[in-house]
């Protein structure tokens, strides 16, 4: 069988940098052609970013894209690369442009080039669009209607771009097409678990196509969305050949023996379940027979290191990519905002975390030394400006009592957070958890303020995992474990009254956070929540609460999605709705 | 001709709000018993509300949307409407579930039910569903595959919803089923001049499908979106015969006069342009015939009047939807928040409307002065507390200076209108302009904070010219123009630093408003825009400044869309962008 090296190009793009994105690819083509292969491909829209929502209608973004992926052939060309067939994922403008109110502007598409010997030899438009979920793809590109099968090495390698595999079709359509190979280029975001059914995925589908199938994904983040890599190689059995590393750029290199292309079959030439089969041979001629390297397959993380590993990405690139290069938060000494500052220390370096304490009359005496703990095992610093005089100026004008009490501590220390990070450039980060952004337990222009909110997907059950975790994954390097133990063993509390406890307000967060997986992330009505054991008042309790703090999670920060359904681009609800479920 | 009295029933309907939508719809069908109506037609999702966003997915919500209709049916029977027949909009669940990857969670539909005797009839599924703009359809909804004519007083109606009549199709098969009128279910926001495009569409549908056409609109504000009303019916020529009034609720009833139920040519009953055509005989006996009425065609607001009411009824929406009794603004003295002020007192009243005065070292005898002239024009409550102790406060701790001392200003007058809002229950209002909002001239957390933003999609230009506006149609009423005239003609200043004027750091407004039309509105890219006449320095900077200020506009609160695209629904933008136009 005709052997090929193919590289799949595991890359961290940045959303309209057109110009930084076709550098990285070039690295990587550079890469790929001193390591012998074949064959590159690089993942969905890597040229402009993704997701650009609505920078899909600019003309100007169109045409810069497509101008882009011409200059890339012409760059490979002039370095002597012209003999390596390059696929990239870019933004260009449909063929033919559908005469149809709701058409997006100027037609844009989501499209794979395929490059070679200096020019584009053919292209691919995504055929499948999705729109659920955080994808918003019928608003934003017009769909294709060919499949391309192109011959490289004498191999048939056909071509899709991410959820034209999770739909049925296109890899039906590579099976008519009998291609040996199907290539996937994708933007496929994190989400707890996917990597086990990406590999699923990739495997029924090759077994259906009876091809061996390359998914080469984006990783990094971009404002909601991290993108966590996993690319990876199945055989027409499914079985798994190579898997490159999670959360981080690799150049995953692999050789295979695939069929030779064979004459297709008259009636699969032109077309397939609606689509148009087009063919472009690049190559006829398998490549010289060599000896082939073993193929890696990169350690996985466990389901909570996965998860903090999104996090500290998501948070790592919202900061870089965003021109800034420190971060800043208030140090309550709280699981929440401790955990925030371990992470932040993971992305950043601690010489770039700035921690903020701000006791008032009810901070207790270990808020302050659990602060100082995390400070001093991690090297982030740690400033204390109290409160107490800012209070009372206000109160003397104000006379506030009750919950407008409470909240006006918690604005004061924003206040102080925003005036030091205008003074410094540091990016004001929000610690808030999933579960108070679910209830609401948090003061809006208080402790939700910031450019970045990194655990809002992280219910409070997990927060405390996480906590653990990480102070295990320390243990296990033989470092100092960055939370302080009493952190994470203390009872919550917010500090805005004497006493006061999370409990007083909340149900207990195993409960609570049980009853929001299920009104949030499932969907669920009050009535099937119930059904599923939980006591009626508490849901009716929870259910409310999260009815009512919509308008609260409108003005949040974003923050990097890490379970099925995030506050955010995932779930969008009305903040008007009189909606109440009936018990 | 057989005779039809036809009920348009324009009303306000609350999102979430099955029980009390139901009493709107029963109480418009008594009415239009009351007024001898034979048929009755509500809006698009009039028993739901509408745009209900993720809340379609929501079994439990589904069930009771299709229970609310069950039971509206049984009502009127057992109110002795039996014999009226009503069309209204509502959610539904599929009638054939699609098995794909992607179809909303359990399958809902935006449907139209017909009601008669006690039952549903029949039932319309919306064909074409809108994924553009502020619409999110594909998202939310299956689509139907039938064309519904229904018989009644021996006059074939067709039903169409919305997007139906805005692509080519349904009205199509109206015509090739040969029915004699058109009724369509509308929920179609406001946007300047929509009216005009609307009877347009009607007309055009009319004379294409060659039957009347008769088109019901939701009214009322739903958070960002405004309905405006509107309802209309045209002939089978296109000619206007009645509209009913912009903006209020309006039972508007109409007699006509429409062809005889044909029997169908045999192609006609079954397929059209890939729709089964379903047929239905209420009654087929032309009804006892009687003295026509003459229609009414209620007067149109100006331009300038229809965007000032749409601001108006979204406010005042949004404060009662949500629970809302009183609104509180901070007071400056500047064009903007006095606009504010004087809309608020049109939507709420005097009496539920306070302005906060909060005077600094910067403050200008004439900020005050102003202020008091509004309240005193307006009888709005005004209360004044200065800054000073608070920030002498703040700057013991801090010693910021700069763009942080100015932004500190900002934030503490923030803190205390939430401290009110918290202890009084008030609304926020937060008084920023569109211009602002673009060009990122607000400070985060200061004076961009807030429950709702009545004037954000006004551009400043438009702000003085709404002012000048409500004072000239208060000199028409003989009435005290509201805004005083200084406040209008005095330069713009934010008065954060001595001398202070907003053209320190922004071109002047008009040219500003017109670079930011073709920029944001109009999505062209900045060579198209210096093409178009304006120097290429300014251009480069507005450009600059309304693509970094993406995450300002994030977390500002929702205002009333009376624009073509609105920062929001309307232009979804990353904030993490490295896109940049080269000039």
Redesign the interface.
Known sequence: MPQLRLALAQVNA?????D?NAEIALASCREAAARDAHLVVLPEMMLT?Y?????A?????IA?SQQAVDDLASRLDADGLGDLVVVVGHLARAKHIPD???T??NAPTNSASVIHNGTVVTRYDKHHL???GVF?E??HFVSGDETQVVQIGGIDVAIAICEDI??DGPSAAADAAEAGLLVVLNGSPFEAAKDDERLDLCARRARDGDCALAYVNLVG???ELVFDGDSLVVDSAGELVARAAQFEPELLVVDLDLPAATAPMPDHDTMFEGLRVERTVVSAEPFAPYEPQEPTVAERWDDLGERYQAIVLGLR??VA??GFTSVLMGLSGGIDSTLVGAIAVDALGPAHVFGVSNPSEWSSEHSRSDAAELAERTGLRLDT??IA??F???Q???K?????EE??QA??R???W???S??HGHLVLACGNKSELATGYST??GDA?G?YAPIKDVPKTLVWELARWRNAWAGERGEMPPIPENTITKPPSAELRPGQLDTDSLPPYDLLDAVLDAYVER??????VIAEGFDAAIVEKVVTLVDKAE?KR?????GPKISKRNFGRD????????????L
């Open positions: 940045r959303v309209g940098d057109l930084g970013g997701p650009i929502e609505d920078l209608y600019r003309a100007s973004f810069a149809k109110l709701g997006p502007k999705p729109n659920y918003d019928f608003r999770w739909q983040g971009q404002d690139d919202y990519k965003n400006i109290p005089p800012i009372d100026a206000y003397e004008a104000l506030l009592d009750g919950l407008a909240n006006l604005r004061i924003a206040v102080i925003m005036g030091l205008n003074q809006i222009y303020v450019g969907d669920l009505g009050s009535a099937e308008y409108r003005q949040y920060p974003p779930r969008r609800v009305p903040i008007t709705n009189l909606w109440r479920e009936d």
